[in-house]
Nanobody, 121 residues
Framework: QVQLVESGGGLVQAGGSLRLSCAAS????????MGWYRQAPGNERELVAR???????IYTDSAKGRFTISRDNAKNTVYLQMDSLKPEDTAVYYC???????????????WGQGTQVTVSS
């Protein structure tokens, strides 16, 4: 199994910045891609950004130019730098990892428990 632990959420004023971190841990695993999703009240969970093992990234349109996803493969950690935050960015942010584990013998998708980001106007 792979455990994902997020940190860095909180309350910030519009225009401010936050940096989210997500550390993966477990036994005998190899991570393919990692990403961040978010879910606002009454909405479905949506992709914010993903990064592959090769460093390739994708962003949702609303995140382009404001958010930056990065990854430290040695630490199995993914980051999301969020700048120019807007009230509509308010949501629970979830870390996601697609990883192979020796115990399962195949690739599986893992989720963190989420961290609240609240942007006040």
């Amino acid at each position: 199994q792979v455990q994902l632990v997020e940190s860095g959420g909180g309350l910030v004023q519009a225009g401010g910045s936050l940096r989210l971190s997500c550390a993966a841990s477990g036994t005998a695993f190899s991570i393919n891609s990692m990403g961040w999703y978010r879910q606002a009240p009454g909405n479905e969970r949506e992709l914010v950004a993903r990064i592959g093992s090769d460093g390739n990234t994708i962003y949702t349109d609303s995140a382009k130019g404001r958010f930056t996803i990065s990854r430290d493969n040695a630490k199995n950690t993914v980051y999301l730098q969020m700048d120019s935050l807007k009230p509509e960015d308010t949501a629970v942010y979830y870390c996601n990892a697609v990883a192979y584990t020796k115990s399962r013998g195949y690739v599986w998708t893992y989720w963190g428990q989420g961290t609240q980001v609240t942007v006040s106007s």
